[in-house]
């Protein structure tokens, strides 16, 4: 039976990780507003938020927003909003 609720323990904490291995919604949150000509270019700026050490998460809201949730003692905001792709696709903090 303890090895039954150990199992299950373990998987509760795995699923609440991000691919990262820190916890999902731990850490400080922005949203920024990103100039993308259409919602299919969501994907490319959340693959690029995502290769920034210390994202933990990010979701996109329609109207081209984007809720980011990363570490401070890894990345800031501003390291977030030196990302080379808001060089094409401006982004400003709302």
């Known amino acids: 039976m303890k090895k039954i609720i150990l199992l299950l323990i373990g998987l ?5 990780c991000s691919p990262t291995g820190n916890v999902v919604g731990s850490g400080d949150e922005l949203t920024l507003k990103v100039s993308i000509p259409c919602s299919g270019h969501a994907s490319l700026i959340t693959g690029e938020l ?3 050490p210390g994202v933990t998460n990010v979701d996109y809201r329609t109207g081209h927003y984007f809720d980011v949730t990363y570490n401070p003692s890894i990345t800031t905001e501003q390291d977030i909003l030196n990302l080379d792709v808001f060089n094409s696709y401006p982004a400003t903090l709302v």
């Open 12 to 16: 509760l904490l795995l699923t609440a």
């Open 50 to 52: 995502y290769k920034l």
